[in-house]
């Protein structure tokens, strides 16, 4: 039992139901009450009442694709420190990818991190599965006993599965479980040793290069698999105009196939590497102007689903190296808003379907209760000043890591308060 929370003159944002209006929204036992638009709203006796002063109210982030250290390599990130990161940046729900060490596929190594979580993580920490033993490929998990212990989808992070039959096999085991794939699309024979988009820019730094045809190639097989095994298919992220045109023809046909995509592609280029800065190198590369114009696109027309974080904690030795041997990565828990809120600014995208992408979207990939402003419904929500001026700087990041995209950028948009089960987890201070 928590203490009701009435948050009050609020511009009401909720992707869900499409509504932008001012109201007031109660919170009691950890789900919303009570909604008004407008009108007044009963206030029970004891209850915070906070004043938005019309700032964003909204559901609560929700990011598909968070790596962290924990368990294994706590000196990068911990399910607290990615935890507090998330607050920071409106997360609520984050999607914990079984990159770990151990690799998370077990099923009570799923119900540890669960626990572990619950006792500190700020937020909601949701394990996704490994699809293959050691995500090595070769052998699948045991599905079921992974989706029973909590795991809310399969992916072997950022690994890609290259054979075509194992894969297969995959998608009808897990359409069987009624689980999400989502998975890396990457050839390694088309990727092999590049670091960086592979076009002219490469060619003048005298970097390998990766064609889009590495994600493209895979990317088609997936989506003929997913049509033939009826399986929930999701792309990780995609970063090409290519891409976009594939999943844009399999939708047509295949209503159970979605795709997300990193705030990094859809905000950053090629040329941002500039002189061989280690941390715009990243899986996926960025890539041309041209290509991020195509994802923007996409996302406004709906055949991007979703925009997550691609949070990836590197520290500093391995990241700063020469650029072909630093590690791939970045950090984004904290920027991912207001990164995505540069496209409002800019005037590509409206504010609704930036919502959407990182709230009610992810929900209803992985049949969560979330990312909705709704009777009954959770309350993980978030208010935020939608203009708010700031430049990031890696000395206030909550993270462990340091090894941000955005270094030095001026930002827009920033989060006053968090709020998970209705208990307020994070409040900016000036």
Request: aromatic content about 4%.
């Amino acid at each position: 039992m928590t203490r009701p929370l009435l948050i009050e003159n609020a511009r009401i944002v909720d992707p869900a139901s499409g509504t932008d209006k001012t109201g007031a929204v109660l919170i009691e036992n950890g789900v919303i009450a009570d909604i008004a638009h407008g009108g007044p709203v009963g206030v029970p006796e004891g209850a915070e009442v906070v004043n938005a002063a019309g700032h964003i109210l909204s559901p609560g982030l929700i990011d598909m694709r968070v790596f962290t250290g924990e368990p294994g390599k706590e000196y990068r990130e911990t399910l607290q420190s990615a935890g507090d990161a998330a607050a920071a940046g409106g997360v609520t729900s984050f999607v914990m990818m079984p990159d770990t060490a151990p690799v998370v596929d077990d099923g009570a190594l799923v119900d540890f991190l669960i626990r572990r979580a619950k006792a500190t993580s700020k937020v909601n920490v949701l394990p996704a599965a490994a699809i293959t033993k050691g995500l090595d490929g070769q052998e699948m998990t045991e599905f079921g006993l992974l989706k029973e212990a909590g795991a809310v989808c399969l992916t072997d992070g950022r690994n890609s599965i290259q054979s075509s039959a194992l894969l297969r096999t995959v998608m009808s085991y897990a359409a069987n479980y009624g689980m999400t794939i989502v998975h890396h699309v990457s050839d390694k024979s088309l990727t092999g040793v590049g670091v960086m988009n592979e076009g002219l820019f490469a060619t003048v730094l005298g970097l390998k290069g990766i064609p889009r045809e590495a994600e493209t190639i895979p990317l088609a097989r997936d989506l003929q698999l997913a049509a033939l095994t009826k399986t929930k298919y999701h792309a990780a992220q995609i970063s090409c105009a290519g891409s976009v045109e594939l999943l844009a023809a399999a939708k047509k046909r295949n209503a159970s196939v979605t795709a997300g995509i990193s705030i990094n592609n859809l905000s950053l280029n090629e040329n941002d590497i500039g002189r061989y800065r280690t941390f715009y190198k990243l899986s996926t590369p960025l890539r041309a102007e041209d290509d991020r114009q195509a994802v923007i696109e996409g996302l406004r027309n709906g055949t991007i689903d979703t925009i997550h974080s691609d949070h990836d904690p590197q520290d500093t030795e391995v990241k700063r190296q020469p650029f072909a041997e630093a590690s791939d990565g970045a950090i984004g828990l904290e920027t991912l808003l207001a990164a995505a809120l540069r496209l409002v600014h800019s005037g590509d995208v409206d504010l609704l379907t930036v919502l959407r992408a990182m709230t009610i979207r992810p929900a209803e990939i992985l049949g969560l209760p979330s990312g909705r402003i709704a009777k009954g419904a959770p309350a993980d929500l978030i208010l935020f000043d939608l203009d708010y001026p700031w430049q990031v700087n890696e000395r206030d990041f909550r993270s462990r890591s340091r090894n941000t995209s955005f270094e030095g950028a001026r930002l827009a948009g920033k989060v006053m308060r968090t709020i998970v089960g209705g208990v307020t987890v994070h409040t900016h201070v000036d």
